[in-house]
């Protein structure tokens, strides 16, 4: 079984920077999307960004030019570096790691909460 454990959440004031990791327990095969996914209180789950195991980036455009995602595939671990923070980034911060194809398979980290506050 795959559990995924993010680190590196915390409080941080606007415009500050903030560096998330989320490191697999197990082996994840196959071409694979590793993610951060984040959820503010009072709204639903939203994407924020994601990698695909050879490299290809996507952002949500609220964090375009702000957030950079990267992976290291040897340790199997997934990072979001986070830049000029805002307030409206304030929220709980979730790793995913998932496949699209047979077979499949979907993880969810426990979250880590991130505070953007004076």
């Known amino acids: 079984q795959v559990q995924l454990v993010e680190s590196g959440g915390g409080l941080v004031q606007p415009g500050g920077s903030l560096t998330l990791s989320c490191r697999a327990s197990?082996?994840?095969?196959?071409?694979?999307?590793m993610g951060w996914y984040r959820q503010a209180p009072g709204k639903q789950r939203e994407l924020v960004a994601t990698i695909i195991s050879g490299g290809i980036t996507n952002y949500a455009d609220s964090v375009k030019g702000r957030f950079t995602i990267s992976r290291d595939n040897a340790q199997n671990t997934v990072y979001l570096q986070m830049n000029s923070l805002k307030a409206e980034d304030t929220a709980v911060y979730y790793c995913?790691?998932?496949?699209?194809?047979?077979?499949?398979?979907?993880?969810w980290g426990q979250g880590t909460q991130v505070t953007v506050s004076s």
């Open positions: 197990g082996s994840i095969f196959g071409t694979n999307v």
């Open positions: 995913n790691v998932r496949r699209v194809a047979i077979p499949l398979y979907d993880y």
